[in-house]
C-alpha cells in the first residue's frame, strides 16, 4: 500500500516505499486492531474473513482497443506517464524501483482493459514479493498480486477493492501466465462539498465478474476506513503502483464514458 500524498488539493496515492513500510504485516488467520468495515462483520485488513472460493479460468482475455480508446503503452513510458521512466520492450512494461507512474491523460468515468503478469519464480509471500496495484483516479485501488497460490487477508489479494472488499471468487492464474482486468469505473458525484454518489466500480477479472457495479467507501486508505474527502475532482490520472516488485503490464487502454447522445468525452 503506497503512501499519502497531497496533489492538486485532494488525497491521492502515489509513489513507493520500501516494502516492510507498505506490507501491513497481517498474517492470515489474524484479527488486526483495524476499523470494522460498515455492513460485514470485519475489520480492514481483516486475515479471519474467508478467503474468495477459487475459480478456474483461461487467464487474460485479451481485447484490442476499439478506436475512441486511449492507449497507455507506447514506445517509451514517458509518452503517455509521468513519473518513473518505467522500460517498455515489445510491449510490455516493467514495473522498475523508483516510484509509480500516473498517466498524463486524466479520467472519470471510464472504461480500463490491463494485461499484467507476476514473473514466473518469484519468491512471494502475503504483500511482499509480486505486489502493484491500479488506482482509478489516482485514488481507488484494484490490487494486483499473486493470488493463485499465495494467501493474504482478502480485501488486500488480487482484485481486491484494496482494504474495502475482497473480489467475489478468485480466477487468478499461476506466475508467468498473463492476466487481464476489464473495469468499469464510475468516479463520486458531489454538490458543493457533499457527495451525493459515491464511486461504483465493476472488475472483471480473466472473463470472470469478481465486483458488480460496488459502491466504494472512498479513496484507497491502508489500515484505515475509506471515506470520501470535502473537494474531488471531477478527473484524474490513472497510477499505477510500484510495490517493489518487477510487475509486467501490456495492452493497457482506456475509454472516457460519457452520458447517452453526450458527445464522446463529454
Same mark, same amino acid.
Given at each position: 500500500?503506497?503512501?499519502?500524498?497531497?496533489?492538486? @488539493?485532494?488525497?491521492?496515492?502515489?509513489?513507493?516505499?520500501? $516494502?516492510?513500510? !507498505?506490507?501491513?504485516?497481517?498474517?492470515? @488467520?489474524?484479527?488486526?486492531?483495524?476499523?470494522? *468495515?460498515?455492513?460485514?462483520?470485519?475489520?480492514?485488513?481483516?486475515?479471519?474473513?474467508?478467503?474468495?472460493?477459487?475459480?478456474? %479460468?483461461? @487467464?487474460?482475455?485479451?481485447?484490442?482497443?476499439?478506436?475512441?480508446?486511449? /492507449? *497507455?503503452?507506447?514506445?517509451?513510458?514517458?509518452?503517455?506517464?509521468?513519473?518513473?521512466?518505467?522500460?517498455?520492450?515489445?510491449?510490455?512494461?516493467?514495473?522498475?524501483?523508483?516510484?509509480? $507512474? %500516473? %498517466?498524463?491523460?486524466?479520467?472519470?468515468?471510464?472504461?480500463? #482493459?490491463?494485461?499484467?503478469?507476476?514473473?514466473?519464480?518469484?519468491?512471494?509471500?502475503?504483500?511482499? @514479493?509480486?505486489?502493484?496495484?491500479?488506482?482509478?483516479?489516482?485514488?481507488?485501488?484494484?490490487?494486483?498480486?499473486? %493470488?493463485?497460490?499465495?494467501?493474504?487477508?482478502?480485501?488486500?489479494?488480487?482484485?481486491? *477493492?484494496?482494504?474495502?472488499?475482497?473480489?467475489?471468487?478468485?480466477?487468478?492464474?499461476?506466475?508467468?501466465?498473463?492476466?487481464?482486468?476489464? !473495469? !468499469?469505473?464510475?468516479?463520486?458525484?458531489?454538490?458543493?462539498?457533499?457527495?451525493?454518489?459515491?464511486?461504483?466500480?465493476?472488475?472483471? #477479472?480473466?472473463?470472470?465478474?469478481?465486483?458488480?457495479?460496488?459502491?466504494?467507501?472512498?479513496?484507497?486508505? #491502508?489500515?484505515? *476506513?475509506?471515506?470520501?474527502?470535502?473537494?474531488?475532482?471531477?478527473?484524474?490520472?490513472?497510477?499505477?503502483?510500484?510495490?517493489?516488485?518487477?510487475?509486467?503490464?501490456?495492452? !493497457?487502454? /482506456?475509454?472516457?464514458?460519457?452520458?447517452?447522445?453526450?458527445?464522446?468525452?463529454?
Amino acid at each position: 500500500m503506497p503512501r499519502h500524498m497531497k496533489l492538486h @488539493g485532494f488525497v491521492t496515492t502515489l509513489g513507493v516505499v520500501g $516494502v516492510a513500510g !507498505i506490507a501491513s504485516g497481517v498474517e492470515v @488467520g489474524e484479527k488486526p486492531k483495524t476499523p470494522k *468495515l460498515p455492513g460485514v462483520p470485519y475489520v480492514v485488513h481483516d486475515g479471519t474473513r474467508p478467503q474468495p472460493v477459487k475459480v478456474k %479460468s483461461a @487467464g487474460a482475455v485479451s481485447v484490442q482497443p476499439p478506436g475512441d480508446a486511449l /492507449v *497507455l503503452i507506447g514506445k517509451v513510458a514517458s509518452d503517455t506517464w509521468n513519473g518513473n521512466n518505467w522500460p517498455i520492450a515489445d510491449g510490455v512494461m516493467t514495473v522498475t524501483r523508483g516510484g509509480g $507512474v %500516473s %498517466s498524463k491523460a486524466k479520467f472519470g468515468d471510464c472504461q480500463l #482493459h490491463l494485461e499484467y503478469r507476476v514473473p514466473a519464480g518469484r519468491k512471494v509471500k502475503g504483500q511482499a @514479493g509480486g505486489n502493484s496495484g491500479v488506482f482509478l483516479m489516482g485514488m481507488y485501488e484494484v490490487q494486483v498480486g499473486e %493470488s493463485h497460490t499465495n494467501k493474504t487477508y482478502p480485501d488486500g489479494q488480487t482484485a481486491a *477493492l484494496y482494504g474495502q472488499a475482497p473480489p467475489l471468487v478468485n480466477p487468478s492464474t499461476p506466475q508467468g501466465e498473463w492476466q487481464s482486468f476489464d !473495469i !468499469i469505473f464510475e468516479a463520486p458525484r458531489y454538490e458543493k462539498e457533499t457527495v451525493t454518489a459515491p464511486a461504483v466500480i465493476t472488475v472483471i #477479472h480473466n472473463g470472470v465478474l469478481v465486483h458488480h457495479r460496488k459502491a466504494l467507501l472512498g479513496p484507497t486508505r #491502508h489500515k484505515a *476506513l475509506a471515506s470520501y474527502p470535502p473537494k474531488h475532482p471531477e478527473k484524474a490520472s490513472l497510477t499505477l503502483q510500484d510495490h517493489g516488485d518487477p510487475i509486467q503490464y501490456r495492452n !493497457i487502454w /482506456v475509454r472516457e464514458l460519457g452520458d447517452y447522445d453526450a458527445a464522446p468525452g463529454k
